[in-house]
């Protein structure tokens, strides 16, 4: 393994030369690749639901992912302290850390389930496997051969004969949701904490914070294992669903093209949606990673490369999904149709179940749980980095020699704010906290994010601003992305989720009006940020005799925006330098430059030789 030289002595950098792509591919290749993409697909046109997937990730993903990668590589600052460059915007540097942040709380709840189920998978048989257990009903049933009605047996005949409706539950199910969840009757009833459960957070926990607890030196090591095992186990999976009966028409049920989807916009968004959740931006992870970069690694190879990997492995997951789906269908002979479900669904009952009936069912979900385990665990890194470096770098003189009690605090007060969702309600909140906390705030962000880079910092400022770091100016490409696709693509994404809006619901479960109300106040959590952090900053750094002047001095970067290390900032950078140093201070205020233009460079500053012209 390739080691280098920290250049960052203060703040660090990654050590192996792969670190900080292994990690990359680790935080965007997650649970959602295995247990979103394939469902979506099926859902989509199947096959045909490639073409605006690809497209989306082309336009709009790769586009994305290079400007965060850049942004965060060319000022080694994290999610907050990277906006010196527009400092009105920095209330969405803000909201990516309140998104983190409330997704690493219930992220680690889904690893504590893997946990679980990991642990649960050690013995003779999987526990899953019959209806013999204390939890199990009389529903329970291992076919669709028929139901229990009042406690007599109906065989598929008389069901068809009498127009019975059939109540069954597999074994899977009921483990989930009687014996895991011990899940109640509605979010009314909360119920106790869940001991066992509790005690798979508390590992999960215990497993991000020894990880973590080094920063990037120690996550740096850990990826070139978590990053790579997942492949190999769905390698593994693969061969062995393929070896399955029904597993073909499983696998051309997942490629069957229907292209008479393609023209409603619903695929499309479902498209460009997957592509957000999946590459992660504007969640804060990837401007974090990049920022302990080398001033001068080539970020534009890692924008490609890990963008088109995480998409691979979609594609490649659905076939081993979808081999294993086929199996279930033909076991149970029933239509695939009815067997395809997606998230917790899949990965905690569907899938559960269909391992059960494989030979040597316990080593296939002693595996399968691993690599959950693992995506999960990278994937959770990068965000809770996220959280950690961005508060770090915005009190650098407080924390950053107190880093590991830091994340140490992080990790204790994000458990017992996870305590809650295992209960015997949790999932219900669970739910709520995965519905909306995401559902717009991140595409608001990421507008921000191409408002900024693509008309008021300047594209031109930015393409000069990746010359210093790569020696060469990108494509145009990249700047008409920036400028006009990529944010008529989020606009897009926008009306379509808005469009395509349903309130939350948990299976068959309706949540009450304050189910709803809660869910809007996560996502609401987020996105006030921006216009509240666009007031303090006009009213507190802004200056100027009128409201142009006060907005100018706060759309333009401040004194200290560049380059972290002083032997980088060369050219209009070691001019700003010289102002920091003839203010006395790098975080001073704003008015160290007065706006004379602004062309398609974005603003023109001309530099002067005295604080507060």
Excluded at 146 to 158: A, C, L, P
Excluded at 344 to 368: D, G, K, M, Q, T
């Amino acid at each position: 393994m390739a080691t280098e030289g920290l250049e960052n002595e203060e703040r660090g950098n990654w050590v192996g030369k792969l670190d900080f792509l292994l990690s990359l591919i680790g935080y965007a290749v997650g649970l959602g690749n295995i247990w979103r993409f394939p469902a979506l697909c099926f859902r989509n046109g199947g096959g045909a639901f490639l073409i605006p997937y690809l497209i989306a990730l082309f336009l709009c993903g790769m586009t994305m992912f290079f400007l965060e990668v850049t942004w965060g590589q060319f000022c080694s600052e994290g999610p907050i302290t990277a906006w010196k460059l527009c400092p009105i915007f920095k209330g969405a540097g803000y909201a990516m850390v309140v998104i983190s942040f409330i997704t690493t709380i219930y992220y680690n709840v889904i690893i504590a389930y893997t946990t679980f189920y990991f642990f649960a998978s050690f013995g003779s048989t999987v526990p899953w496997a019959t209806c013999d257990n204390e939890w199990n009903t009389d529903a329970c049933s291992l076919s669709y051969n028929g139901t229990v009605i009042n406690g007599t047996w109906y065989n598929r005949t008389q069901v068809d004969d009498l127009n019975l409706t059939v109540l069954r539950k597999s074994p899977a199910e009921e483990y989930w949701t009687r014996n895991v969840l011990n899940i109640s009757d509605g979010i009314e009833e909360m119920g106790n904490i869940q001991w066992k459960l509790a005690l798979c957070l508390l590992f999960s926990w215990v497993v991000v914070f020894l990880c973590l607890m080094k920063g990037v030196k120690s996550s740096g090591r850990v990826v070139y294992f978590t990053a790579t095992f997942p492949y190999i186990i769905l390698l593994i999976l693969l061969i062995r669903g393929a070896t399955l009966p029904g597993s073909y028409e499983g696998i051309k049920f997942f490629l069957k093209p229907e292209t008479k989807l393609l023209m409603e916009p619903k695929v499309w968004g479902d498209a460009f949606t997957q592509i957000f959740y999946s590459l992660g931006p504007s969640w804060g992870g990837l401007l974090t990673m990049a920022s302990y970069n080398r001033f001068h690694h080539n970020a534009l190879v890692d924008s490609v490369v890990v963008p088109i990997v995480n998409s691979g492995t979609s594609i490649f997951g659905g076939f081993a999904i979808f081999s294993i789906v086929g199996f279930m269908s033909h076991e149970l002979q029933v239509p695939i149709e009815s067997v395809v479900t997606s998230g917790a669904s899949l990965a905690f009952v569907a899938y559960p179940e269909a391992l059960a009936r494989i030979p040597l069912s316990p080593l296939w979900a002693i595996l399968f749980f691993f690599m959950l385990f693992t995506l999960g665990l990278d994937s959770q890194f990068g965000m809770v980095e996220g959280v950690c470096s961005a508060i770090i770098d915005t009190f650098p003189g407080v924390l950053r020699k107190r880093k590991t009690l830091f994340i140490l605090g992080l990790s204790i007060f994000e458990f017992f704010l996870g305590l809650p969702l295992i209960t015997r309600g949790g999932m219900y909140i669970f739910t709520i906290m995965d519905w909306y906390t995401g559902v717009i705030s991140l595409f608001v962000v990421s507008l921000c994010e191409c408002l900024v880079i693509g008309w008021i910092y300047g594209p031109d400022k930015f393409y000069d601003d990746i010359a210093m770091m790569l020696g060469s100016r990108p494509l145009i490409l990249w700047r008409i992305c920036w400028q006009v696709i990529t944010p008529l693509s989020i606009i897009f994404i926008i009306i379509t989720t808005y469009l395509d809006y349903i309130p939350v619901y948990y299976g068959s479960y309706t949540y009450p009006p304050a189910g709803e109300i809660i869910g809007w106040l996560c996502a609401a959590a987020s996105l006030v940020m921006i216009p509240l952090w666009m007031v303090i900053e006009y009213y507190v750094h802004g200056e100027g005799d009128s409201v142009w002047e006060r907005l100018q001095s706060v759309l333009r970067p401040t004194a200290d925006w560049g380059p972290a290390l002083e032997e980088y900032r060369t050219g209009r950078y070691a001019n700003k330098l010289q102002l920091k140093e003839i203010s006395g201070d790098g975080n001073g205020p704003y008015n160290k430059y007065a706006v004379t233009g602004m062309d398609n460079r974005g603003f023109h500053v001309d530099v002067g030789t005295e604080p507060g012209i």
